[in-house]
């Protein structure tokens, strides 16, 4: 069965720093995802990234994929207020369009 | 743009009654999906759909069922709702074969039973 755990599930930071959220998942998967959700709102697709090595930017936000490991991460520089939101991953599920999401981690950005 | 309405922001019904949740896609998507939030849990696949009258089970198919007539809409029915329902339910939709296709996502409707 596939998992996807993201850690951490909460994170607080102050504007300007950097952090890492980490996405891991326990089967093989090729295609993996990174959405964000605003309070109150839908999920908004950041990255899709589908191979080994890949890397995505945009903005203050990187993201990378590593399928060996299983593992990709979401790295923030120099957080800004408008970043708080919660962030989601999810990994395609053999292939089918059927995504597995992590569980979320809820990013606060404060002055 | 894609866009995926969901008829109702805000619901509230009752222990026992047959709720229906519809979604509409406007981009001729052929997958359709039902997901429900739960704090804590994520997003969790309820049912999904990847043409007209075909559907296939999620992770959490029990006590939901879904219709698709046609493919632009995409219906989840609570047979006989229950207070353990009580969530964010959030429908999505994607173009297949392409696999690098993300999902797009309606806003979302609560639904509380009581």
């Known amino acids: 069965e596939l998992k996807v755990e993201q850690n951490p599930l909460f994170l607080s930071m102050q504007e300007g720093k950097n952090y890492t959220i980490y996405c891991n998942y326990s089967?093989?998967?090729?295609?993996l995802y990174w959405y964000r959700q605003d309070p109150g709102k839908s999920l908004e697709s950041l990255f899709v990234?589908?191979?080994?090595?890949a890397v995505k930017q945009e903005g203050r936000l990187m993201a990378s994929l590593d399928t060996k490991a299983r593992l990709s991460t979401l790295h923030i520089t120099a957080a800004v207020h408008d970043l708080s939101a919660t962030y989601f991953c999810?990994?395609?599920?053999?292939?089918?369009?059927?995504?597995?999401f992590g569980t979320g981690t809820r990013l606060q950005v404060f002055p | 743009d894609v866009k995926v309405t969901q008829s109702s922001r805000y619901l509230v019904k009752r222990t026992g009654e047959k709720v229906f949740l519809e979604c509409v896609q406007d981009?001729?998507?052929?997958?359709m999906f039902w997901y429900r939030q739960d704090p804590g849990l994520g997003l969790r696949l309820i049912y999904f759909s990847y043409d007209v009258k075909m559907k296939e089970k999620g992770d959490i198919p029990e006590g939901y069922s879904v219709s698709r007539e046609k493919k632009e809409r995409f219906s989840l029915i609570l047979e006989s709702a229950s207070t353990n329902q009580t969530s964010m339910y959030l429908c999505?939709?994607?173009?297949?074969?392409?696999?690098?296709?993300?999902?797009?996502f309606g806003s979302g409707t609560q639904l509380s039973v009581l």
């Open positions: 999505a939709s994607s173009l297949i074969p392409q696999w690098n296709e993300k999902l797009f």
């Open positions: 089967t093989t998967s090729d295609r």
């Open positions: 999810a990994v395609d599920k053999g292939n089918t369009d059927k995504l597995i």
């Open positions: 990234l589908l191979s080994n090595g």
């Open positions: 981009m001729d998507h052929e997958n």
